[in-house]
């Protein structure tokens, strides 16, 4: 046996989630887990002890109102777990630092006098944290594209007008698509969500690989809309056990698509992360767009989001937008998802 000191790896949160069946009831403590790792997303690969963990254990002693978690190393105990509060622990416990008050039943340690994180308490070498490049991150984008805005318009401006007029048609359907690396291609489709209910259209969105349990602000807010609002997927797909389930599931998603765009029901259909199937390869570009071609309403938009928007698909929208990332706060700043405007 080995005389030489033990050494522990410095690390962040970490959540443990009961898996035992004495007394988890209906809720399934493994299928918790794996939507905590979820949320946690890429969050999984920072560096330690920027780190969250998520862990099953077998049972955590308590055996009634389950399923329970903790989390260390606040050592602070969570009862009755679903979705809904599995979400609320990971982004405000886990990443943020902030314990969800109303879910806890038992502290190990009083307020405010929690432990450090384990490096300190250990005494372990300091851990560099996220290398954050902010001024050469934003040095190394292009310029941003100066509009030109003035007060008054010009008589070049006001020509232009007047044939673009000349030449105006009716009212038409339109296939709009949001895409590129920068924040804000969900969140301008959801504004126009917004502004279609504000005008009494009936919408409907499908969101493809995100979690069909989530309950994201959108689909809150959706709710309370009665706009009809769905996901088909499992969530990440790094994160995924089983990528042919995934792809079914986004299939499946786009076949729930064609019934509603085909339907006459909906004034506007909207389909978020839609690109990624067709960048996958699961879908072919170029029968979407045929499809789309085919049998898409006259009158009725379909909005498409998500990065690497095949170029197929671009040619045939009539509007597109590219969101480029000019600066974002978890690369600048290291600030991560926060509610209300993230999710």
């Given at each position: 046996m080995s005389d030489a000191p033990l050494t522990m790896r410095a690390y962040g949160r970490h959540l443990f989630i009961c898996t035992g069946d004495?007394?988890?009831?209906?809720?399934?403590?493994?299928?918790?887990?794996?939507?905590?790792?979820?949320?946690?997303?890429?969050r999984r690969k920072l560096r330690n002890p920027e780190r969250v963990k998520c862990s099953t254990v077998s049972c955590l002693g308590v055996c009634q109102r389950g399923p329970i978690a903790v989390v260390y190393p606040e050592g602070i105990w969570y009862s009755q777990l679903d979705h809904d509060l599995v979400e609320q622990i990971v982004q405000a416990h886990l990443i943020n630092g902030e314990p969800v008050e109303a879910a806890i039943f038992h502290r190990l340690y009083p307020v405010?006098?929690?432990?450090?994180?384990?490096?300190?308490?250990?005494?372990?070498?300091?851990?560099?944290?996220?290398?954050?490049?902010?001024?050469?991150?934003?040095?190394?984008?292009?310029?941003?594209?100066?509009?030109?805005?003035?007060?008054?318009?010009?008589?070049?401006?006001?020509?232009?007008?007047?044939?673009?007029?000349?030449?105006?048609?009716?009212?038409?359907?339109?296939?709009?698509?949001?895409?590129?690396?920068?924040?804000?291609?969900?969140?301008?489709?959801?504004?126009?969500?917004?502004?279609?209910?504000?005008?009494?259209?009936?919408?409907?969105?499908?969101?493809?690989?995100?979690?069909?349990?989530?309950?994201?602000?959108?689909?809150?807010?959706?709710?309370?809309?009665?706009?009809?609002?769905g996901g088909t997927g499992d969530g990440f797909t790094w994160t995924s056990k089983d990528l042919d389930a995934t792809k079914a599931k986004a299939l499946h998603g786009w076949e729930l698509a064609k019934t509603a765009i085909s339907?006459?029901?909906?004034?506007?259909?909207?389909?978020?992360?839609?690109?990624?199937?067709?960048?996958f390869g699961w879908l072919d570009v170029n029968e979407v767009v045929a499809w789309l071609a085919t049998n898409k309403p006259e009158l009725l938009h379909v909005i498409i989001t998500g990065?690497?928007?095949?170029?197929?698909?671009?040619?045939?929208?009539?509007?597109?937008?590219?969101?480029?990332?000019?600066?974002h706060p978890f690369t600048t700043q290291g600030i991560r998802a926060q509610i209300g405007i993230d999710f």
């Open positions: 004495q007394c988890n009831g209906d809720a399934d403590g493994a299928a918790l887990a794996q939507y905590a790792l979820e949320q946690l997303g890429e405010d006098q929690e432990p450090e994180y384990a490096p300190a308490v250990r005494g372990d070498q300091a851990v560099n944290p996220i290398e954050l490049q902010h001024d050469q991150a934003v040095e190394q984008l292009e310029p941003i594209v100066v509009a030109g805005t003035q007060l008054h318009s010009t008589e070049e401006k006001q020509r232009y007008r007047e044939q673009v007029r000349k030449l105006r048609k009716g009212k038409k359907g339109l296939v709009i698509v949001n895409t590129g690396n920068g924040k804000g291609k969900t969140s301008a489709a959801l504004g126009v969500m917004t502004r279609a209910w504000g005008r009494d259209l009936k919408v409907k969105v499908i969101q493809f690989l995100k979690h069909e349990n989530a309950k994201f602000g959108e689909s809150r807010a959706a709710a309370k809309m009665e706009i009809e609002f339907s006459n029901q909906y004034q506007i259909v909207i389909l978020d992360e839609f690109t990624y199937v067709m960048a990065r690497d928007a095949p170029a197929a698909l671009i040619e045939h929208a009539d509007l597109v937008t590219e969101m480029r990332e000019i600066k």
